[in-house]
């Protein structure tokens, strides 16, 4: 019983934490038309702000037809990819950026997920037991978080949209954030009519 008032309580003072982070974000949120989308240019991509705008807070959220998208501007380039770790759908724009192994990544603030900035692979420390001393390496679990390609023009950044045709693991909390988060009451009442 103890163990289990013990875990409330660990489970309690987790979501108040994450409470707090949420509200305490200093991020740049851009709000456009009443869509919530960023508008689109002809050639396809979407303007998400200036450059010296993205360039001073370091990273902005931005809607990409319809989809939450944090960019970040680290050590010089910039990066866009799903604001929802694949793990469980943390707020990436609340993550401090690392350096690991020669590699900007990432890292979800609800999980410690450590995720490549380059290319969306999420990465974790392991060990190979055949070894006569093994070391905890780096090691890629493969793409997990989808990224979006960034275009500076004339001082503005402009994000292109996701190519849907190929899945992340990202896809699922994007698009249930996509929604405001009445994804899974969709689907619980889709099902539910379908009885």
């Known amino acids: 019983m103890l163990d289990l008032i013990i875990l409330s309580i660990h489970f309690l003072i987790c979501f108040l934490i994450s409470v707090v982070i949420w509200c305490g974000s200093k991020d740049v949120v851009l709000?456009?038309?009443?869509?919530g989308t960023?508008?689109?240019e002809p050639?396809?991509?979407?303007?998400?702000?200036?450059?010296?705008?993205?360039?001073?807070?370091q990273r902005i959220?931005?809607?990409?037809?319809?989809?939450e998208v944090v960019v970040f501007y680290h050590e010089g380039k910039f990066h866009a990819l799903d604001s929802r770790c694949y793990h469980e759908g943390g707020p990436l724009n609340l993550g401090e950026i690392e350096d690991i192994d020669g590699q900007p990544c990432i890292v979800c603030p609800w999980h410690k997920y450590v995720i490549t900035l380059e290319t969306g692979e999420g990465l974790y420390e392991g060990i190979n037991p055949l070894e006569p001393s093994p070391t905890p390496r780096w090691q890629s679990k493969g793409v997990k978080q989808r990224i979006h390609k960034v275009t500076v023009n004339n001082g503005n950044v402009y994000v292109s949209p996701p190519d849907l045709?190929?899945?992340?693991?990202?896809?699922?909390f994007a698009d249930k954030y996509k929604n405001n988060g009445d994804l899974a009451l969709k689907k619980k009442s889709n099902s539910q009519a379908a009885e």
């Open 31 to 35: 709000h456009s038309s009443s869509k």
């Open 38 to 40: 960023v508008e689109a």
């Open 61 to 67: 959220t931005a809607k990409v037809n319809g989809r």
């Open 43 to 57: 050639d396809g991509l979407v303007l998400v702000g200036k450059e010296d705008d993205i360039k001073n807070s």
């Open 165 to 172: 045709s190929v899945s992340f693991d990202s896809d699922y």
